[in-house]
């Protein structure tokens, strides 16, 4: 090649190229299998760490595995369900106003056209979901079931805080006889597990019955649990998760200095779970600790039929540091993804349904952000970056993900 032509043809190759490493490194449009996994130290153990991505896709075997009774709901809710989110307002200014609605999904609609769609002909990849299990848990104590606050693993009555801040909180005498004597999840595995997210893609979808052939059922946030939404989202429910925040808008009441909790109030909605465990994110802070132990001595002391059950705050923060080191950039991650990342170690095949952080579907239909109302969500999270993160973990068959309808 002459000189004379080789400043052109340089050009030309960067032209090209260039495009093309912007496409694939957008932060919209990356698809996640092409990230690699970041190690965390691990603690406690002598298992070697090998790359996610070293196990391959190809492993079809299934779980021939230990299964534990659990508490379940598969009761019919009762009428009227909980109390409609939208009547706090607190949580109602979230709700877009319709011009701002549509233009989302105008937006989404747009987006979504590029996001790619996941791996088809799903199979589970037992070798890859193991690297995951260890990798997402740095500390091997709190491996499987055994992440969970009990009388165990509380020592000298205190605990630390997981959030920015770290911070020691001393357990109450009366919390701690109340905390479970060792994790009623401990050493088990249950074979299937269906995770609900609030998407609104679930509605029409028509997912219900598929999400109750689990064996354990996660819901998030105390969602609505209305008939009109069965045929979608299922009626059985093993495990429900309540942020602080949710318990500080929904229950409680100020008088002065005094602060309440409507404990009747919380019974009445936790009715249509049956006796499902009530999961708290307890230890992002010291005000949330506080609201979760003032919580559980509430139900306990009312007989409610829910067992409080508390996330240990090293195996959280272990998981938030492990996202924000794999392509998580938000503040912190959501509550729905720190569910997802612990079922993985209760569950041997873990599927999600409502995980899509979009206003349209991929046949342009248009979609509100959860099932039962469309409030959006918190700046301090970025949705669509953990949804790419599960399209990989779809991917690789660590977990599926359906975005598309049951029936």
């Known amino acids: 090649m002459t000189s004379e032509y080789r400043p052109c043809v340089l050009l030309l190759v960067s032209l090209t190229v260039v495009p093309f490493l912007l496409y694939y490194t957008s932060g919209r449009l990356l698809p996640g299998d092409m990230l690699p996994w970041s190690k965390l130290a691990r603690r406690n153990t002598s298992s070697s760490l090998l790359k996610l991505e070293e196990a391959g896709s190809d492993y079809s075997g299934r779980l021939e595995g230990v299964t534990g009774t659990a508490n379940v709901s598969m009761e019919k809710p009762k009428a009227g369900g909980t109390r409609a989110l939208q009547e706090f307002a607190v949580y109602a200014k979230h709700i877009p106003k319709e011009s701002d609605a549509l233009k989302k999904f105008l937006d989404d609609q747009a987006a979504v056209q590029s996001i790619p769609t996941e791996a088809p002909g799903w199979v ?235 206003h349209s579907d991929r046949n342009n239909r248009r979609l509100t952000e959860h099932y039962y109302d469309n409030a959006l969500p918190r700046s301090a999270h970025r949705v669509p970056d953990e949804f790419r993160q599960l399209q990989r973990l779809h991917n690789t068959g660590v977990l599926r993900l359906t975005t598309h309808a049951c029936q």
């Open 124 to 358: 589970y990849n037992k070798t890859a979901a193991d690297l995951f299990r260890n990798r997402i848990v740095s500390d091997s104590r709190y491996v499987n079931g055994s992440f969970l606050v009990t009388q165990g693993n509380v020592v000298k009555s205190v605990l630390k805080t997981y959030g920015t801040k770290p911070t020691i909180v001393k357990v109450p005498p009366d919390v701690f006889k109340g905390l479970p004597k060792e994790s009623p999840f401990k050493n088990k595995r249950f074979n299937t597990c269906s995770v609900v997210g609030n998407g609104g893609i679930l509605k029409g979808s028509g997912c219900g019955k598929e999400i109750d052939a689990s064996e354990f059922v996660f819901r998030l946030n105390m969602a609505s649990m209305d008939e009109k939404y069965l045929d979608d989202i299922g009626k059985k429910t093993n495990l429900i998760t309540i942020n602080p925040s949710m318990i500080g808008y929904r229950y409680k009441s100020r008088r002065g200095k005094i602060v309440t909790l409507n404990t009747r109030a919380w019974m009445s909605d936790l009715s249509v779970y049956g006796d499902s465990y009530l999961w708290i994110w307890a230890f992002e802070s010291p005000t949330h600790a506080n609201c979760a132990f003032q919580a559980q001595r509430a139900l306990q002391g009312n007989s409610a039929r829910n067992q409080v059950i508390l996330p240990y705050p090293s195996p959280t923060g272990s998981m938030r540091s492990f996202w924000k080191e794999n392509g998580i950039t938000a503040k912190k991650p959501s509550s729905g993804l720190l569910l997802v990342s612990s079922a993985t170690q209760m569950c041997e095949e873990v599927r999600l349904y409502g995980f899509w952080p979009f």
